[in-house]
Nanobody, 121 residues
Framework: QVQLVESGGGLVQAGGSLRLSCAAS????????MGWFRQAPGKERESVAA???????YYADSVKGRFTISRDNAKNTAYLQMNSLKPEDTGVYYC???????????????WGQGTQVTVSS
């Protein structure tokens, strides 16, 4: 398994931007699909975006056109650029690594500890 550490969360006003980073350990990062997920208080964890090892990207409808997932295999890091943030984007954001190009969280085997994103209105 790979170890993941998220960073970049914080407090931002509605309409603002944040970029989350997910640093991975190990030499197999490039072989993983990387996903971003979030969980708001009192709600279930939901999928946000994923990027396959080949660079194909997938997004939840709620973030299409506002969020961009990317990866830098040389740096063993995945990113989530979040623009036009809304209060409903508030939650703990987790990155995860898996072997299948999917947004199903059950298919991911390694998870980070999460980073808090709070969007004020």
């Amino acid at each position: 398994q790979v170890q993941l550490v998220e960073s970049g969360g914080g407090l931002v006003q509605a309409g603002g931007s944040l970029r989350l980073s997910c640093a991975a350990s190990g030499r197999t990062f490039s072989r993983y699909t990387m996903g971003w997920f979030r969980q708001a208080p009192g709600k279930e964890r939901e999928s946000v975006a994923a990027i396959s090892r080949g660079g194909n990207t997938y997004y939840a409808d709620s973030v299409k056109g506002r969020f961009t997932i990317s990866r830098d295999n040389a740096k063993n890091t995945a990113y989530l650029q979040m623009n036009s943030l809304k209060p409903e984007d508030t939650g703990v954001y987790y990155c995860a690594a898996g072997w299948i190009a999917t947004m199903n969280p059950n298919q991911y085997e390694s998870w980070g500890q999460g980073t808090q994103v709070t969007v004020s209105s």
